[in-house]
């Protein structure tokens, strides 16, 4: 069983950086892709970032340029430095693992944290 802390949310304004932590703990086989999702009110859940064990990135693309996912095997965490944000990338970030390969589909992931709030005012 895997287990995912996220932290690092908060509220900042447009044009301000952010960096986003999720920490795993359990069998590291749970954590050979990671990625974030982001769910904001009303809307469904969508994916912003993936990575694979050996560092690999996968971007939506209204977050490719101003994000960059990151991870340090070592200690089994994942980051998110989300620079140049904008009021549109408001929302709860959701850290995912469980899957061997980055999907952009929530339902791949086995795994989910308690999500972060991310606010970004105009």
């Known amino acids: 069983q895997v287990q995912l802390v996220e932290s690092g949310g908060g509220l900042v304004q447009a044009g301000d950086a952010l960096k986003l932590s999720c920490a795993a703990s359990g069998p590291t086989s749970g954590t050979v892709a990671m990625s974030w999702f982001r769910q904001a009110p009303g809307k469904e859940r969508e994916f912003v970032a993936g990575i694979s064990w050996t560092g690999g990135g996968l971007y939506a693309n209204s977050v490719k340029g101003r994000f960059t996912i990151s991870r340090d095997n070592a200690k089994n965490t994942v980051y998110l430095q989300m620079n140049s944000l904008k009021p549109e990338d408001t929302a709860v970030y959701y850290c995912?693992?469980?899957?061997?390969?980055?999907?952009?589909?929530?339902?791949?992931?086995?795994?989910w944290g308690q999500g972060t709030q991310v606010t970004v005012s105009s």
């Open positions: 995912a693992a469980g899957s061997r390969v980055v999907f952009t589909i929530p339902g791949a992931y086995a795994y």
